[in-house]
């Protein structure tokens, strides 16, 4: 286990020295006075070989940062109906190509295996806290040739095929996720309801399913063992136990599970570390589940030695580690009472483990879950996913129908009904900000020992940090600051006021990065969304955003026309010039437009950024003047309100277009931040000769698509600007680059 466990740490070594070069090679020679006692010398081959290895086989690939055209072979998801297209999930052959995201006028067929020409688009990147990447998309260009699938792929399209025809959508959508992996029919409300309720790892093949799964067979085959005749049982039992056996005859089932999931990466991961795991401890040597999980993860190393820095790799290490730890040294003798407690500690297990580092990706933690985990799961595990993988494998073999639909329907429904009340139910889950991640490492790593060790010191240095850190945040007193998200060419930003109160202005075209941010900060609700006017780059995701959080308000320059049930049941303010609204230690004024405003000059297009809604937000000491998309007459139009425009930081008007700001309006503003909001674009925003005005001005020029995120934050009178580019961890080529690496694993955004 030492000599695994080395050639691990040196893989992990290599990549965190790309980071931390300097403070890697520290920690390496630290280590060597250990290393270099008697006994401990060996130690160094496994250690260098993981370096070297890493080496060799280098980091992990990386797609086209351009569109580019490329043929290849793939099969094809089920066909999701997007109003007049399919949406349809590729799974290349190609093993250096990911899963790739397409849409159709006609479904391609999950049964057949095809070659086709596609013109890939790489998915947006966005410079934000919280981003998480899209799948990468394509565009079919044509299709050069067709055949049948292999077997597995036509028995997993088969099966996909079954679970539609008797299940209702909804139902039939989740079936899919456990039991051939396919997840494309999920939607943001499933995720968003199973997440609430701490099951949100139902909908992903994961250790837990194949523990459950293991588990379940192993006993049933233990039963059927125990009826045969003793002479058989005899013969049978000369050299494994009743319980070993059925532990090795168990795991055909669970490799039939994992070819029926498509096999993919994640899945295997789950796989090999639970089989590894089960067969270990069902063998009946105390340590041999560790060894087993340490050759697991050995195993996959060598497979891809990048899979150490996936969440998913992560997810499922963590979950079995925490999983073995708990059953370690436990039997259960009795089918019934035994197996209904382990699958209890199983879940409540990895619910624990997990919470961490769900509560860092993720930013919440559910308060429900210990129930939800001991009421849902158990059910899923030994009831719904055997009862339907049995009668899909029997109906594969036989072509009979679905025999368990019947049984499972009802289960389904309730497992569904069950966790759709415990996420509805108030204060089910807490939000959780982001923080920083050296508390994750201290947490996992000090989790360990104290299972090893059982020393309360090493439990209170797991959790006291995380403790203080929450009161710390609690305790910190507030101020005004914004955030201006990289969201393409659009423009989103987020106010967060002394109050505690969010405010968002605008929501970029897709809404996305704007949700992903609330959720960053641990927002559920926010006060209100100000929508400047209603061109898609500034308002096309209000509904999504609508759908995800509580907007308690929505305020507009009462020019705009809403549709749709979503948006017609939340109260609107329909601001004019004049109009203030104040809080404890800041106001927020209207400055345009009015009732009697319009343009003269130009088309529809221009008189829409004209007529943008203007605020001004200012608490002691700062200022900020937030101006959509107006142009020269709305400019002209606001010059004669004078001092009232003077503001520190200034939102740059229309992503910084030749109209956006005129040396009259800017000279009246004097702002001592500029921040453009843009991304690429055929106008050629920002115009050389805006950019030139606001050098002139004196201001710090900022810009979302060179520097990303961009966050003020107002402290007593100064100006604080950090940009995510400049935050987020990247190669360190120099000690000032690694101090700001290490910056990012002590802080937060």
């Known amino acids: 286990m030492p000599y695994l466990l080395a050639f691990i740490l040196g893989v992990l070594w290599l990549y965190a020295r790309q980071l931390f070069p300097l403070g890697s090679t520290l920690a390496l020679l630290a280590a060597l006075p250990w290393l270099l006692r008697k006994g401990r010398l060996l130690l160094l081959v496994p250690l260098l070989l993981g370096v070297g290895y890493a080496l060799l086989r280098g980091g992990p690939p990386e797609l086209p940062r351009k569109p580019q055209t490329l043929v290849l072979e793939a099969t094809a998801s089920v066909a999701l109906p997007s109003e007049e297209r399919y949406s349809q999930v590729l799974y290349p052959r190609d093993k250096g190509l990911p899963p790739l995201r397409v849409w159709l006028k006609e479904p391609l067929r999950q049964d057949r295996l095809y070659r086709l020409k596609l013109r890939l688009l790489p998915a947006p990147r966005r410079a934000n806290p919280g981003w998480v990447p899209r799948r990468p998309r394509a565009e079919l260009r044509e299709v050069l040739g067709e055949g049948p699938a292999g077997l597995l792929q036509r028995a997993r399209a088969e099966a996909n095929r079954l679970i539609m025809e008797h299940f209702p959508p909804e139902q039939a959508a989740v079936l899919m996720a456990i039991t051939t992996g396919e997840r494309l029919l999920l939607t943001e409300e499933h995720w968003e309801m199973f997440s609430r309720a701490g099951l949100a790892h139902l909908l992903s093949i994961s250790a837990t399913h194949f523990a459950f799964l293991g588990l379940l067979v192993s006993a049933l085959l233990r039963g059927l063992l125990w009826l045969l005749p003793l002479g058989w049982l005899e013969r049978l039992t000369l050299r494994l136990s009743p319980w070993q056996l059925a532990a090795l005859l168990s795991l055909p089932v669970a490799l039939g599970y994992l070819m029926l999931s498509g096999a993919r990466v994640p899945t295997i991961r789950a796989f090999v570390m639970t089989t590894l795991l089960l067969a270990g401890m069902l063998l009946g040597r105390e340590r041999a589940w560790l060894r087993a ?3 697991a993860a050995l195993v996959l190393v060598l497979w891809q030695p990048w899979v150490l820095l996936g969440l998913s790799f992560q997810m499922s290490f963590l979950a079995v580690l925490f999983i073995g730890f708990v059953l370690k040294g436990r039997s259960y003798r009795w089918i019934l009472p035994g197996y209904a407690k382990a699958s209890l500690l199983i879940t409540l297990a990895a619910t624990v483990g997990l919470a961490p580092l769900v509560a860092y990706h993720f930013h919440h933690v559910s308060l429900i879950s ?359 961890p990247r190669k360190a080529r120099s000690p000032v680059q690694e101090l700001r690496n290490l910056r990012f694993l002590l802080s937060t955004w």
């Open 293 to 295: 999980l340490g050759v």
């Open 370 to 728: 210990p129930v939800a985990n001991l009421l849902i799961p158990p059910v899923v595990g030994l009831l719904v996913l055997p009862l339907s993988l049995g009668s899909v494998g029997l109906s594969l073999f036989t072509g009979a129908p679905l025999l368990s639909a019947p049984v499972v329907k009802p289960l389904m429904g309730g497992c569904l009904s069950g966790t759709r009340a415990l996420a509805s139910l108030p204060f089910s889950s807490l939000s959780v900000p982001s923080y920083p991640p050296v508390l994750l490492f201290t947490f996992y790593i000090f989790s360990v020992l104290w299972f090893v060790r059982r020393r309360r010191l090493l439990l209170a240095l797991a959790v006291v940090p995380l403790l203080l850190y929450a009161l710390y945040v609690w305790a910190s007193p507030r101020g005004l600051s914004i955030t201006f998200l990289d969201v393409g060419h659009g423009k989103a930003a987020v106010l967060e006021l002394p109050d505690g109160q969010s405010l968002v202005v605008d929501t970029g075209r897709t809404g996305k990065e704007v949700l992903q941010y609330l959720r960053h900060q641990g927002k559920r609700q926010v006060w209100a969304l100000a929508l400047s006017h209603g061109h898609p780059d500034h308002a096309g995701g209000v509904r999504r955003l609508l759908r995800a959080i509580r907007v308690r308000e929505i305020w507009d320059n009462g020019r705009l026309l809403y549709q749709g049930q979503l948006l017609q049941h939340i109260p609107k303010r329909h601001l004019q010039r004049g109009d203030t609204l104040q809080g404890p230690g800041y106001s927020i004024q209207t400055l345009h437009p009015y009732e009697g405003f319009f343009t003269l000059y130009g088309d529809h297009y221009t008189a829409q950024n004209n007529d943008s809604l203007v605020l001004r937000v200012a608490s002691s000491g700062a200022s900020v003047l937030l101006t959509g998309d107006i142009e020269a007459e709305a400019q002209e139009d606001l010059l004669h309100l004078g001092p009232v425009l003077r503001s520190r930081v200034l939102d740059v008007p229309h992503h910084g277009s030749r109209t956006a700001a005129d040396w009259a309006f800017l000279l009246s503003i004097r702002p001592e931040v500029a921040v453009i909001s843009v991304g690429r674009n055929r106008h050629n925003h920002p115009h050389p000769e805006t950019l030139q005005a606001l050098r002139a001005t004196g201001a710090r020029l900022y810009r979302t698509d060179q520097d990303g995120a961009v966050k003020v934050i107002f402290r007593e009178g100064s100006i604080k600007v950090k940009t995510y580019r400049d935050f987020y």
